[in-house]
């Protein structure tokens, strides 16, 4: 049974820095993307930032490009998120997300905007965390 586990949310003031990190077991990070996505209240889920651990390939959302950076640590299974420079606009409760067998890019795919959002639906997903991010 696949699980992910997200930790490292919280409240920072505008300009801050927050590392948000996703456990996954039951997972082989190897064989898929592995990424970040965010829904704030009342908009729709947002593609923030992906990894392909097979190529090394990174993916960003264009809101977060140069801001944010995705790494990966296969032997703990674990993908990190640095978040610099936020926003108040950053505020959201942050999705750790791996992609399905069927569709083991699909995570990347999205984030990157080639495919539409609904080809993450059959992602894995962890419980979310809250980012706060005040003025």
């Known amino acids: 049974r696949v699980q992910l586990v997200e930790s490292g949310g919280g409240s920072v003031q505008a300009g801050g820095s927050l590392r948000l990190s996703c456990a996954a077991s039951?997972?082989?990070?190897?064989?898929?993307?592995m990424g970040w996505f965010r829904q704030a209240p009342g908009k729709e889920r947002e593609g923030v930032a992906a990894?392909?651990?097979?190529?090394?390939?990174?993916y960003y959302g264009d809101s977060v490009k140069g801001r944010f950076t995705i790494s990966q640590d296969n032997a703990k299974n674990t993908v990190y998120l640095q978040m610099s420079s936020l926003k108040p606009e950053d505020t959201a409760i942050y999705y750790c997300?791996?992609?399905?067998?069927?569709?083991?890019?699909?995570?990347?795919?999205?984030?990157?905007?080639?495919?539409?959002?609904?080809?993450?639906?059959?992602?894995?997903w962890g419980q979310g965390t809250q980012v706060t991010v005040s003025s």
């Open positions: 039951g997972y082989d990070a190897s064989s898929g993307c």
């Open positions: 990894i392909f651990a097979g190529s090394g390939s990174t």
């Open positions: 997300a791996a992609a399905a067998t069927k569709r083991p890019l699909s995570v990347c795919t999205v984030v990157a905007g080639t495919d539409p959002p609904h080809h993450a639906d059959l992602s894995y």
